[in-house]
């Protein structure tokens, strides 16, 4: 199957500065990547969808200007968490919709804001 | 707004019995219904899917059929093993699941005891 990549795999990272997670698809073009935060126990929230080349679309309650996102490339998809603070610590998990429209997802990203 | 009702774990049963993992949603229109599968350490991974009512999605022995009466997608197998020990998420699309970003519910983590 398609598979995913997302580096780093786990940040820590100092309140106040800013941390980029990349999202890459190995074997296959992704022309929409979406991103997706997870709380402990609770489920994956979408935050935003991206299509290469464009502006990401951001799900109602999702800061863009806190979460930027670039999907510069056909294989990759940028998120960057500007000025982090603790509430901002999560797992977020990229997903890429390959050929047939089904959703291939990375392994996730831990970030700890300290 | 769509939303995805799934039974909390963990669920923790005998190699060999037989295994249900309830699944509701709320959604507007038809949606696509998915179980996804998550290893230790992996991204999640498309178990199965369906697309409309009656359809049954089954792969590796799961199995489930989608009830627009009851707005459920229960999760069957019916001899599981021990490497099914994963944690599970329903989860729906307005779209076949490329397009959309997916509304998950919060997963159940399954155990599965030799």
């Known amino acids: 199957g398609a598979v995913v990549s997302q580096h780093p795999s786990w940040v820590i990272c100092k309140s106040g500065t800013s941390v980029k997670i990349e999202c890459r698809s190995l074997d296959f073009q992704a022309t929409t990547m979406f991103w997706y935060r997870q709380f402990p126990k609770q489920s994956l929230m979408l935050m935003a969808t991206?299509?290469?080349?464009?502006?990401?679309?951001?799900e109602q309650g999702v800061e863009k200007d806190k979460f930027l996102i670039n999907h510069a490339s056909l294989t990759l998809s940028t998120l960057t968490v500007t000025s982090a603070h603790p509430e901002d610590s999560s797992f977020y998990i990229c997903?890429?919709?390959?050929?047939?429209?089904?959703?291939?997802f990375g392994p996730g990203t831990r970030l700890t804001v300290t | 707004g769509n939303s995805v009702t799934q039974m909390e774990g963990p669920v923790t049963l005998s190699e060999e019995a037989f295994l249900t993992i309830n699944c509701t949603y709320t959604a507007t229109g038809y949606p696509s219904l998915f179980w996804y599968v998550q290893y230790p350490g992996e991204g999640l991974q498309l178990l199965l899917k369906a697309t409309k009512a009656d359809d049954k999605g089954s792969n590796k022995g799961f199995e489930a059929t989608y009830r627009k009466e009851t707005t459920s997608f229960h999760l069957e197998k019916g001899s599981v093993q021990v490497s099914d020990s994963a944690v599970y998420f329903c989860?729906?699309?307005?779209?076949?699941?490329?397009?959309?970003?997916?509304?998950f519910g919060k997963g159940t983590h399954l155990i599965i005891q030799p």
């Open positions: 997903s890429g919709a390959g050929p047939g429209h089904e959703q291939y």
């Open positions: 989860a729906l699309s307005d779209s076949g699941g490329g397009a959309d970003g997916l509304t």
């Open positions: 991206s299509n290469e080349g464009s502006k990401a679309t951001y």
